[in-house]
């Protein structure tokens, strides 16, 4: 059984840096496409970034594209989530999601984690 754990959460000023980590368990983490998504209080949940099997193709939303970047290292069944320039609007429970098959682009989701939550002060 396959279970997905995010960490690296926390609380950090508006223009700084996070990076946040999703540890998979089990077997066949890299056969699988691995993507992150977020939900603010009051809205609904929303695609951030998502990566392909072997880290070799990347996808992201319109609000994240060239501030956030997404990679995975499959020896050690771990997805990235590096957050660079934050916004206050980044604020949300960020959470990871294995994907049913290996492209970035597929919007199938069959495994998500807890989440970690993001908070952004201004």
């Known amino acids: 059984q396959v279970q997905l754990v995010e960490s690296g959460g926390g609380l950090v000023q508006a223009g700084g840096s996070l990076r946040i980590s999703c540890a998979a368990s089990?077997?066949?983490?890299?056969?699988?496409?691995m993507g992150w998504f977020r939900q603010a209080p009051g809205k609904e949940r929303e695609f951030v970034a998502a990566v392909n099997w072997n880290g070799g193709t990347s996808s992201y939303a319109d609000s994240v594209k060239g501030r956030f970047t997404i990679s995975r290292d499959n020896a050690k069944n771990t997805v990235y989530l590096q957050m660079n320039s934050l916004k206050p609007d980044d604020t949300a429970v960020y959470y990871c999601?294995?994907?049913?098959?290996?492209?970035?682009?597929?919007?199938?989701?069959?495994?998500w984690g807890q989440g970690t939550q993001v908070t952004v002060s201004s």
């Open positions: 089990g077997r066949s983490f890299s056969s699988y496409a």
């Open positions: 999601a294995r994907h049913t098959d290996s492209s970035a682009y597929s919007r199938s989701y069959d495994i």
